[in-house]
């Protein structure tokens, strides 16, 4: 593999590099892997799946075709089994903030933490966007440099910061943020106080969580708080205090060292909205031929596109995965004969597979 | 169901006629069903699966998504266990011959074999084109009226056939004819010959029925000729010789009572070429907004379309027919909403595939 220095960061050379690990996102690795062409593959999410697994890993999918049931997590598996012939590198827990074409018609690609990629097409299988944690939007907040408000992604908390003596309040009802709650009022050495803030007395959080959450707070181990967070009280960019309107109209300030908001995802386009492709009503304007945006060689499969037509349903990403790759190894294998080749007759593709 | 006069036959009403039932056939009732939309299915061929079954039953396909592997019979009992929901009638053995609009802008539909329907849309599945058997081009085919040569798609040969005390000549070299050829070496009573004609001493058929045919050579109770048919004798309208060119250059006349071709099964496009649909070097023009075919109402879908990029997969046809169904449904049902729901969350969707 070649490298090249680029200032800090060094690139890695790939012919394709493919953002999101969601379904789409894999099945294009292996449509390209199929073609000759080697992907590698950014997500931001920690895990492979994109939206089956962020949203409903343990829910039942019947419409992918051959397959009359299986969950967002089963599918996932099968298809990281079906492209690991390919070994592809993935990239997790990375979101991707810089695009540029480079002076040969390639792209330099970059992440928020620091990767760098220069490939020669690039797949946007992004979905609905990459997935952040919802911002509070508070007076307050960005006064605060001490002790910024912690946004939280997945359970459980980081439990190596030092919440000894600490006002811990969490925001939130998922199964993290109450299980966050309870695995912080257990900790050793203890916080100060362990409180919870939501706007009602119903929670997402799975039964047994839930039980638990209950008892702790009649043990008084966790403090429940029914209502909304108004402001944050800061002092010397320090956040001292929550201020809150209690369900039943009164004004609360909480004591408050640390601020943990585990109030769930919202998914956010990003910096892909600044790359210059063309859009339509948030999504990636696509042509049905080659499923290639307004700049040459970015290609937009899955939820993210749009076209006359468009249905946004996971079998219909994989068809346009499959034409995007062939289009794509025109452009980066141009000498080459692409046609089209069965795995069931084809001695090539079954030799890439490794089946032969 | 209602039914109504047309002349000699009684027409079916139905939504929907789907026309081949190979794998985007089926998953064509799927895509129809969950919108609420019920279609009937006809195939030439004498089972569900199309070229799956007919070309690749037990060979391994590999680019199905989420199915790493699979053979042709195994996607195809995949599909009809996914649109089981849906419990869609199954004409098969029906080659359809003619196509009709109606009035009303619906169609009317009927098959060689007297099936006849009207229904609201046409979903044309048909891949390469109903499968035939090959057709020998010899001198003199056109004189036989009395006992015509038999053009077997499957094994076994009618055995119900009065073959007592005729000279049978088989053409072929499959599992089919080498079968065929020894039953009737074995039937009573007793052909007068049973003859094979193959052009080279390699045959298709498995391992274990080559060797019982080779046994059958030696004992004398079939022959075997290397070489080519060349014309037919026929006298009074009755076929009563072979005339053929042996491999080593000799002409010879075998005697011949019955002659059954098995030389396999070639596609033809058939009526379809003849419905005013327009094509593009054999293949059914479509949008990709709907796969619709210059007539509207009609859809074609899988292998016999073609649109900028086409590739020529299962998977690429899957989402074809999710389109056409879509487009269907607002010809169909144009007062109903056919806004897209998900299998995962829809109370209705689960409702119609019988799960909730």
Request: net charge neutral.
């Given at each position: 593999?070649?490298?090249?220095?680029?200032?800090?960061?060094?690139?890695?050379?790939?012919?394709?590099?493919?953002?999101?690990?969601?379904?789409?996102?894999?099945?294009?690795?292996?449509?390209?892997?199929?073609?000759?062409?080697?992907?590698?593959?950014?997500?931001?999410?920690?895990?492979?799946?994109?939206?089956?697994?962020?949203?409903?890993?343990?829910?039942?999918?019947?419409?992918?075709?051959?397959?009359?049931?299986?969950?967002?997590?089963?599918?996932?598996?099968?298809?990281?089994?079906?492209?690991?012939?390919?070994?592809?590198?993935?990239?997790?827990?990375?979101?991707?903030?810089?695009?540029?074409?480079?002076?040969?018609?390639?792209?330099?690609i970059r992440t928020e933490q620091g990767l760098q990629w220069e490939c020669k097409a690039v797949f946007i299988a992004a979905g609905v966007g990459a997935f952040s944690p919802k911002k509070l939007k508070l007076d307050g907040a960005l006064a605060i440099t001490v002790n910024p408000?912690?946004?939280?992604?997945?359970?459980?908390?980081?439990?190596?910061?030092?919440?000894?003596?600490?006002?811990?309040?969490?925001?939130?009802?998922?199964?993290?943020?109450?299980?966050?709650?309870?695995?912080?009022?257990?900790?050793?050495?203890?916080?100060?106080?362990?409180?919870?803030?939501?706007?009602?007395?119903?929670?997402?959080?799975?039964?047994?969580?839930?039980?638990?959450?209950?008892?702790?707070?009649?043990?008084?181990?966790?403090?429940?708080?029914?209502?909304?967070?108004?402001?944050?009280?800061?002092?010397?960019?320090?956040?001292?205090?929550?201020?809150?309107?209690?369900?039943?109209?009164?004004?609360?300030?909480?004591?408050?060292?640390?601020?943990?908001?585990?109030?769930?995802?919202?998914?956010?386009?990003?910096?892909?909205?600044?790359?210059?492709?063309?859009?339509?009503?948030?999504?990636?304007?696509?042509?049905?031929?080659?499923?290639?945006?307004?700049?040459?060689?970015?290609?937009?499969?899955?939820?993210?596109?749009?076209?006359?037509?468009?249905?946004?349903?996971?079998?219909?990403?994989?068809?346009?995965?499959?034409?995007?790759?062939?289009?794509a190894a025109v452009r980066i294998r141009p000498q080459d004969n692409h046609a089209l080749q069965y795995t069931t007759s084809s001695s090539l593709l079954q030799q890439r597979l490794g089946v032969r």
């Amino acid at each position: 593999m070649a490298h090249h220095s680029t200032g800090q960061a060094t690139a890695v050379q790939t012919d394709a590099l493919v953002i999101g690990a969601g379904p789409v996102g894999l099945f294009q690795v292996f449509e390209l892997g199929l073609l000759g062409i080697s992907a590698q593959v950014v997500d931001s999410l920690p895990q492979a799946g994109g939206q089956c697994m962020a949203l409903y890993a343990d829910k039942p999918i019947y419409d992918i075709p051959g397959i009359a049931r299986c969950t967002g997590r089963e599918l996932t598996e099968r298809l990281l089994a079906q492209i690991a012939p390919f070994k592809p590198a993935m990239h997790l827990g990375h979101i991707v903030n810089h695009l540029q074409r480079k002076p040969d018609g390639g792209f330099s690609i970059r992440t928020e933490q620091g990767l760098q990629w220069e490939c020669k097409a690039v797949f946007i299988a992004a979905g609905v966007g990459a997935f952040s944690p919802k911002k509070l939007k508070l007076d307050g907040a960005l006064a605060i440099t001490v002790n910024p408000v912690q946004y939280q992604v997945q359970y459980p908390v980081d439990s190596s910061r030092p919440y000894a003596g600490q006002h811990v309040i969490i925001l939130g009802d998922s199964e993290e943020a109450l299980s966050s709650a309870l695995a912080l009022s257990q900790s050793t050495p203890a916080p100060a106080s362990v409180s919870v803030l939501y706007r009602r007395d119903v929670f997402t959080a799975g039964p047994a969580t839930i039980e638990q959450f209950r008892n702790a707070i009649r043990q008084g181990s966790i403090a429940l708080h029914l209502g909304q967070a108004t402001a944050l009280k800061v002092e010397n960019g320090r956040l001292i205090a929550l201020q809150l309107m209690s369900n039943d109209g009164s004004e609360l300030q909480l004591p408050c060292d640390a601020l943990l908001s585990l109030q769930g995802l919202s998914p956010q386009l990003g910096p892909l909205a600044d790359w210059g492709l063309a859009m339509e009503r948030k999504q990636i304007q696509v042509d049905t031929e080659k499923f290639e945006t307004s700049e040459p060689g970015i290609y937009a499969v899955g939820d993210i596109n749009h076209y006359a037509g468009k249905q946004k349903l996971i079998l219909c990403g994989f068809h346009e995965a499959t034409l995007a790759a062939f289009a794509a190894a025109v452009r980066i294998r141009p000498q080459d004969n692409h046609a089209l080749q069965y795995t069931t007759s084809s001695s090539l593709l079954q030799q890439r597979l490794g089946v032969r």
